[in-house]
């Protein structure tokens, strides 16, 4: 399934919401993979489909990235390791992280249609140093979940960890 195909599909499953964010995420995974020299068409379709899960309903932040690696499988046609693993790690990382699982993690937190404190700060450090804006993203994710008193997975920590002993 070529990338015109993939974006069809995937705008009959979304709300536009989350089909705009996807996009967004697509062209800004494609400019990550320019400056990080990362097959661009793997980056653009992780980008686009990384949050394909959410069109599950009943799946949670956590869980549509699962769901949304499986989707990607047996809906989309995605068969590249690369891109499944990236979609299925965007939300809290893990140890030892590809230079394209950095890309979409990050490019999900700062697509142009993100707009909260802080991203633009994270959208500069991403073009800088991936490590350093992942670091950054995992430590704001956390205290914001601690602030809001949600359930904290543990993977998340397990990455922020993982990457500041690798400093």
Known sequence: ????????KLKDRLSPKIFNHCVGTMDEAEK?????????NKAKIAGLLHDCGKAEKGKDNLTHAKAGAILAREVYNVQDEDIINAIKHHTT????????????????KIEPNRHYEGVEE?????????DAAIILSLENTIEYVKDMNKVLDHQSLNTLKFLKEKR
């Open 93 to 108: 990382g893990k140890e030892n992280m590809t230079t394209l699982e950095k890309i979409i993690y990050i490019a999900d």
């Open 32 to 40: 990550l993979s320019l400056r990080y020299s990362i097959d661009v």
């Open 122 to 130: 994270l959208r500069e450090i991403a073009y800088k140093d991936l």
């Open 1 to 8: 399934m070529d990338l015109n195909d993939l974006i069809i």
